[in-house]
Every structure is written in C-alpha cells, then in structure tokens.
C-alpha cells in the first residue's frame, strides 16, 4: 500500500568530493591510487509532496491503494509532476532522486512495458487537460482526482502488471483506466533524452594514454565542457583525436595524458539548460532508505549539471627498489688462551620467550621477513655484542696480569 512518511529537514550534500592525500614514496604513487567518488550525472531532486491526491482504486486481489501525482523539486527549484511505478514501494517524505534510464529501473517486480507507460504519460492527465481527456475517453463529467486514479492504475498495469476490476472502482475511474489500457500503444515510442549524462563517470588508466570513452547524452543541443586537469591533459574526441571544448548528444571523448605526466587525476564539468521531458525515470539515490520509484508525467526546462573523473599512474609504474643494507665488515676479537675458559655471553635485557612473535606461523615455523631499518637494527646489536665480548675479555686478562705481578 502507498504511503508516504513526514518530511524531514536535511543539508544538502556536497557534491564535490576532495582528493585524497598525495603518496610519500615513489611505489605509492605508482601503484596506491584509487578513483574518487565520480560527478553525479543528470538531473538530481526531492520528493517534497503532493500536487494532486487521486480517489483510491482496489486492485483485483482486494487491495485498496491510494493515487497521487507526486511533486518532485528539482536542484533549481523546478517542480515536475511525477506518478509512481513502483506498486511495491512506499514513498518516503524528503526523499532524493537522481534521473536516470528506463534500463536502470531499480523497484520491486518489473518495470514490463515502460513504451506503453510513456504512451499513457503522453495521452493523459497533466499532460492532456481533464476536459480533453473527458472528451478523447467518453468518460463525461471527469474530475481531476478520477483522473489521476485512472491514469495511475493504468500505468500500474503496465509497469507492474497490477489488474483492476470494475468492482469496487469509481465507475468513471474504472472507465478511463479501461480506455487507456486498450489505447496504449508500444510502437513508435521511445525513451526520451537524458537532460544531461555523461557516462561512465570514472576511469583509469597511465601517463601517455588517452583515458576512457566517455559518451554525452543530452536532451540540450550542445554542452560546455569544463576541464579540471594539470597542465599538458587535454580533453580530446575519441574518434579522431582532435581537442574538444563542447559536446552534443552522443558524442564520445577521452582524457589526453601526455607521456611523463606525473601520477594523478582530472575531472570534466558540463552544465547547461535541458529540458526534463515526459517519461524520465526517477529513481532514489544510494545511501538512503527504499523509496519507490517515480516517472514525470510533465516537462520542464532546467539547470543540469553532468560530470566524470579519471585517475592515472605514471608512465608504466615501474617500482622503486628498496635498496639493499651495506653488511658491516667481520671483527676480529682477541681469542682466549687455551688454558683460559672463555667468558660466559651476558644475558640479552629482552630474553625472548617461548611464544611466537606476532604474526608468526607456529606450524611452519617461521617469522615476518625482516628488511629495511629493522635489519639494519640486528645487525647494530650484533656489532655491539661482538665488542662487548672483546671488551669482556681484554679486562679479564689484565685483572690476571695485575694478579701474577703482586
């Protein structure tokens, strides 16, 4: 059943995410890279109430639904009428949306015939006044909440196969939806324009290549392009190589990243004035509870912005080698004298015990591999017990020789 939940206040969000921290060694910034977020694409809005509540319809197993044209606000304030197409999901008040592809349709059940849907959008109330309706239906004496019902139960049949009989429906209700079912057509009938994607929104690659194929959908007739790059990157059509600075629909570029080019990233911005056409499809975004998905039932002109991102290694990223530790030369202690027992090793301050060192495999054995500074370490402790043991027995002898002498 359709509900709808209080509206709650909440900031808006960022849209631009920082990029992360720089590597400090030369292998980090070969190899630690990973894409940031990617720029949103399309067109971005809130559920935020209402415009018309429709009578309730009983589907054919008993349940009564209510209907609603759904006002969803845009980024720029533009305010587009929407129904639901997603008979399993509530609607959830403040809820944000994202404007995508019929193919991306993420409700419950299935979103069957989305050209027949986009027929009823196209031949029915807002897009068609009630007296045009009434009149193009049979259906005399409509009011605006019947046919708001009608047309929402229609679209239900299509987009979630839902029946509706004629028991237990306005008669006027049951009628509309009726001629709209029977009149729906799926010929002819394509997906309108995106406002404006680009698409993938992120990619990766090296120095010296040129990075993705990004393709421009746009119901505009060109778009600015806004590159953020280090100098030398330059945004170049896919095709023939040559620099772009606009796009139009269906357009494909790529990221130029000359050879040398030091480890790092880039974004493209696109914002322009794009009409958001009968039949976009509107789905929550990620991160937030369930909220069914919506269709707009009406067109409006709108400020749209559009982004992608790339990341790239450099030039291969080969890895600095972690330089070999110089091996300090053997010393030579003063060896005892065969009739002289050698002194007994002093006792290491940190006597290891029997358990293994973290990390360590007790079935195989064996430790962490032990490199770099801490290698250097062992070595230094092995140099200086070495002359402890000389010392030890340099003063032993004296302390003899000082005996013998008395």
């Known amino acids: ?99 995508d592809a019929w193919e991306n349709y993420p409700g419950k059940g299935q979103f069957a015939t989305p050209g027949k849907v986009n027929w009823i959008l196209q031949n029915s109330f807002p897009k068609v006044d009630v007296a045009s309706l009434a009149e193009a239906s049979g259906v005399e004496g409509l009011t605006e909440e019947q046919a708001v019902a009608g047309t929402q139960a229609a679209i239900w049949h299509f987009s979630n196969n839902v029946k509706f009989g ?19 057509q799926d010929q002819d009938v394509t997906e309108p324009d995106a406002s404006l994607t680009i698409a993938p929104e992120s990619a990766e690659g090296k120095a010296g290549e040129t990075i993705g ?31 772009v600075e606009t796009a139009s629909n269906g357009d494909v570029f790529g990221f130029k990243v000359p050879e040398g080019t030091e480890a790092g990233e880039a974004s493209v911005s696109g914002t322009v004035s794009a009409t958001v056409d009968v039949g976009r499809l509107f789905k929550g975004v990620e991160g937030q509870p369930a909220t069914q998905t919506l ?32 091996e300090p030369e053997p010393s030579e202690p003063n060896e005892p004298s065969p009739s002289e027992p050698a002194p007994s090793p002093s006792t290491p301050a940190d006597k290891p015990d ?53």
């Open 1 to 99: 059943m359709i509900k709808t939940t209080p509206l709650p206040d909440s900031p808006r969000r960022g849209r631009r995410i920082a990029a992360v921290a720089a590597a400090t060694t030369a292998a980090a910034l070969a190899f630690g890279f990973s894409a940031a977020p990617a720029l949103a694409s399309g067109a971005k809005g809130e559920y935020v109430g209402n415009a018309v509540n429709g009578d309730k319809v009983t589907a054919a197993d008993g349940t009564s639904i209510g209907t609603s044209l759904f006002n969803l606000k845009l980024e720029d304030g533009t305010l587009l009428q929407t129904y639901c197409i997603d008979y399993e999901t509530s609607i959830r008040g403040g809820a944000k949306y994202q404007e």
């Open 166 to 184: 004629e028991e237990r429906n306005d008669p006027k209700v049951y009628a509309l939806y009726t001629h709209l079912v029977k009149q729906a």
């Open 213 to 243: 194929e990004f393709t421009v959908t746009t119901s505009a007739d060109s778009v600015p392009l806004t590159l953020d790059a280090p100098e030398g990157v330059e945004l170049v059509d896919v095709e023939t190589g040559e620099a």
């Open 295 to 326: 269709i707009t039932a009406d067109g409006k002109t709108t400020e749209v912005t559009a982004g992608a991102k790339v990341s790239w290694t450099a030039g291969g990223g080969e890895e600095t080698p972690t330089p070999e530790p110089s």
């Open 354 to 406: 029997d358990k293994p060192a973290p990390g360590k495999d007790e079935d195989k054995g064996g430790g962490l591999p032990v490199t770099g500074g801490a290698l250097a370490g062992l070595v230094g402790a092995a140099v200086a017990a070495v002359a402890g043991g000389g010392a030890a027995m340099y003063l032993s002898r004296k302390r003899r020789s000082a005996s013998d002498e008395s």
